[in-house]
């Protein structure tokens, strides 16, 4: 099983989620296991479990976070 971590400075869904939330879909769950860390809460966390990714909600300083 191959582990991938995807790390998104933004837990809203934009264009860029969008395809984000397209690759987890796409790739085999037989073959991989996906997992998406998030600063924070918002419709991203939820979207990303319904494609199949694991979610993990850790804030991070407001440096790395999306100005």
Same mark, same amino acid.
């Given at each position: 099983?191959?582990r @991938?971590?995807?790390v998104?400075p933004?837990?809203? @869904?934009?264009?860029a !989620?969008r395809?984000?939330? !397209?690759l987890?879909r796409?790739?085999? %769950? !037989? %073959? ?5 860390l ?8 939820e /979207? /990303?479990? %319904?494609?199949? /990714?694991? @979610?993990? @909600?850790?804030?991070?300083?407001s440096?790395? %976070?999306r100005?």
């Amino acid at each position: 099983m191959i582990r @991938v971590l995807f790390v998104n400075p933004g837990s809203e @869904v934009g264009g860029a !989620e969008r395809s984000l939330l !397209e690759l987890i879909r796409s790739l085999p %769950r !037989e %073959r991989y296991t996906c997992h998406l860390l998030l600063p924070g809460d918002g419709a991203l966390v939820e /979207a /990303a479990r %319904r494609a199949g /990714a694991t @979610v993990t @909600v850790d804030p991070w300083p407001s440096a790395l %976070r999306r100005v």
